[in-house]
């Protein structure tokens, strides 16, 4: 697959190179080292695209600092769920609130948000405490 991949790269438009140059999160590292090689021979402006990579890294990383916002009706089957104990809203609810994931910086951030993760908290909570009572009365 590697020899295809370079095959075709001479084929390949100067967009589709700065393409794999600017996200390289979506190739193989070997992919995007053959591109710079390329993109080195067509002497096409590194220095303007390590500004632009530089500015979309600095936007994915406030973007991650954030957090998203988590889908509100699974929020609410998962509350649901807890309410009868079941271990699928406790996972869930450690999903929602502790998931994490790496940035482009090498920085581990929260894959949700601050009020995302407190209902994750809440959900988790309250699915170990339906499993104790439910414990409690067997």
Known sequence: ??????????A?????LIDIYINPE???PEFVALTLKEINRRNLPVDAM????????K???STMQVGKQGNSIYIAICFCLALLG???AMISGYIYGFSKHKGPD???YFVYNESTRKLGYGILAVGV?????ELQFR
């Open 129 to 133: 405490l339906m499993a104790l009572i």
């Open 12 to 16: 390949k438009t100067n967009e589709e």
């Open 106 to 108: 090498g920085n581990s």
């Open 50 to 57: 390590n500004k632009i990579k530089a500015e979309k890294e």
């Open 86 to 88: 079941g271990i699928p």
């Open 26 to 28: 979506f190739y193989q």
């Open 59 to 61: 936007v994915e990383v």
């Open 1 to 10: 697959m590697d020899l295809d991949f370079e095959n075709n790269l001479g």
